[in-house]
Nanobody, 123 residues
């Protein structure tokens, strides 16, 4: 069973930075890990969960919504089966629980979620 474990959340002042990590277990090899596209989502209180970053299996493609583009950077280390989200110039509206998500790009398209990590941006 694949498990995703996030870490790196916390509290930071506006303009600050945080780097989230998401380590995968239950995936046999780094090559198998490349079959999974990885995403970071976030959910603020009273709001729907939204996608904030996408990265393809080998890391060649990334995508971000306008709300975080230029401030957030997603990356992955397939040898460590870990995906990262570096967040800079944080704003109070970035406050949310951040979730790691994996989607297998071959059928069957298994999907997995992490438990979430809280990010709070406040002065």
């Amino acid at each position: 069973q694949v498990q995703l474990v996030e870490s790196g959340g916390g509290s930071v002042q506006p303009g600050g930075s945080l780097k989230l990590s998401c380590a995968a277990s239950g995936i046999s090899t780094s090559t198998t890990y490349t079959l999974y596209t990885m995403n970071w989502y976030r959910q603020a209180p009273g709001k729907e969960r939204e996608l904030v970053a996408f990265i393809s299996g080998r890391g060649g493609r990334t995508n971000y919504p306008d709300s975080v583009r230029g401030r957030f950077t997603i990356s992955r280390d397939n040898t460590k089966k870990t995906v990262y989200l570096e967040m800079n110039s944080l704003r109070p509206e970035d406050t949310a629980v951040y979730y790691c998500h994996a989607r297998r790009e071959l059928v069957p398209n298994y999907e997995y979620w992490g438990q979430g990590t809280q990010v709070t941006v406040s002065s």
